[in-house]
């Protein structure tokens, strides 16, 4: 499932990485991309893998998630 994570502090391209690495790392990740321009991490993860275990491990670096979101496709 694919999803798109939405946060408020993504500082630097560094931030950004570093994200993504702590996300791959979590069972059930299979990708993680991040930009900081958009504040935005995009996610591939398996269905056990909730919102809340992705939301905390922003929060465990502290930021903040605005809205972890189903990412669609081009066709919906």
């Known amino acids: 499932m694919k999803k798109t994570i939405i946060v408020n502090d ?5 931030c950004a990485d570093q ?3 702590k996300l791959a790392l979590l ?3 299979r990708a993680a ?12 993860v398996a269905e056990n893998v ?3 275990m992705l939301k ?3 929060e465990g670096s502290g930021m903040e ?3 972890i979101e189903k990412r669609k496709g081009i066709f919906g």
């Open 33 to 44: 991309k991040a930009s900081y321009k958009r504040n935005i991490v995009f996610v591939d």
């Open 27 to 29: 069972d059930g990740v």
């Open 10 to 14: 993504l500082c630097c391209q560094r």
């Open 50 to 52: 909730t919102d809340d």
């Open 19 to 21: 994200m993504a690495v």
């Open 56 to 58: 905390a491990v922003f």
């Open 65 to 67: 998630v605005v809205s």
